[in-house]
């Protein structure tokens, strides 16, 4: 069936350090692919998505390339802020495929240091 | 616009006895989502209502189930609670059935703890 991996955390880095996130993908037929992200004590919010090949979502100072050649779909931010300290989670949805709704990953939880 | 409620935000329960969690979706939303999250497992999909009916299930037992009502709301009930039940149960409501394209908006979460 359809899957989602990303990177192990915790990641910790220092405020204006470079974020990225490694997040790859197994599906049938042509996945959307999306980042959420939960804040401690809070649900999910979206944070980016992309429907299609070579597609780049990008909010907040966040990016990401649908790339399906390498079945990818990576988070990127150049200078990371404190107040970016989470947990982010990469998924899945694929109606065409055999399965329905949002498939996530396990999240990598991102601590940025002042 | 308010956002997607659920209550009880933290419930605290014994083995073998059930519960019931209950999603109130953002305004004019018609899909319901429910979601499971735990250290081990991640986030795995419950269920989806739409339109008072259940347009999809994920892979758990029997003892979960849902419903939704004429307004959107939703609840979830899971009977004869195991201590692997614990969890933070998420809930999403989307405007249409969920499909592909579709942003799925989440609540908070309701902390369920089986002791």
């Known amino acids: 069936g359809d899957s989602v991996t990303q990177m192990e955390g915790p990641v910790t880095l220092s405020e204006e350090a470079c974020l990225t996130i490694n997040c790859t993908y197994t599906a049938t037929g042509y996945p959307s692919l999306f980042w959420y992200v939960q804040y401690p004590g809070e649900g999910l919010q979206l944070l980016l998505k992309a429907t299609k090949a070579d597609d780049k979502g990008s909010n907040k100072g966040f990016e990401a390339t649908y790339r399906k050649e390498t079945t990818s779909f990576h988070l990127e931010k150049g200078s990371v802020q404190v107040s970016d300290s989470a947990v982010y989670f990469c998924a899945l949805s694929n109606y065409g495929g055999s399965q329905g709704n949002l498939i996530f990953g396990k999240g990598t939880k991102l601590s940025v240091k002042p | ?115």
């Open chain 2, 1 to 115: 616009k308010a956002g997607v409620t659920q209550t009880p935000r933290y419930l605290i329960k014994t083995r073998g006895q059930q519960v019931t969690l209950s999603c109130s979706p953002i305004s004019g939303h018609r899909s319901v989502s429910w979601y499971q999250q735990t250290p081990g497992q991640g986030l795995q999909f419950l269920f989806e209502y739409f339109s008072e009916t259940q347009r999809n299930k994920g892979n758990f037992p029997g003892r979960f189930s849902g419903r939704q009502f004429s307004n959107s709301r939703s609840e979830m009930n899971v009977s004869t609670l195991e201590l692997g039940d614990s969890a933070l149960y998420l809930c999403a409501s989307s405007l249409v059935a969920s499909s592909s394209y579709n942003e799925q908006f989440f609540g908070p979460g309701t902390r369920l703890t089986v002791l």
